[in-house]
């Protein structure tokens, strides 16, 4: 059962940034694009961020310029650096493998996420 951590979270004001970790048990990030995931209350959740087994990196519009994925395959971790936020990042934020569709994701791999407050 694969396990993913993530930390970093927490509450800023506007223009702040925070820096995301996400820690996987075994070979999951050595071996598959991973991302970054968040969820507003009452929205769906979205990708924000995704890299490849290559180092490549993908990007949603919203968070293009302000966000950037790393991962570091030795220490199965992932990162999210996250600059001039808005209250509009305000969500819980995951990190999991990348699929066609986030449904296709097992569901009991998510882990139980990190808050990101952005006050105005």
């Known amino acids: 059962q694969v396990q993913l951590v993530e930390s970093g979270g927490g509450l800023v004001q506007a223009g702040g940034s925070l820096r995301l970790s996400c820690a996987a048990s075994?070979?999951?990030?050595?071996?598959?694009?991973m991302g970054w995931y968040r969820q507003a209350p009452g929205k769906q959740r979205e990708l924000v961020a995704s890299?490849?087994?290559?180092?490549?990196?993908i990007y949603a519009d919203s968070v293009k310029g302000r966000f950037t994925i790393s991962r570091d395959n030795a220490e199965n971790t992932v990162y999210l650096e996250m600059n001039s936020l808005k209250p509009e990042d305000t969500a819980v934020y995951y990190c999991n493998v990348v699929r066609i569709t986030i449904a296709s994701i097992p569901f009991d791999s998510w882990g139980r996420g990190t808050q990101v407050t952005v006050s105005s």
């Open positions: 075994g070979s999951i990030v050595r071996t598959n694009a």
């Open positions: 890299i490849t087994t290559g180092g490549r990196a």
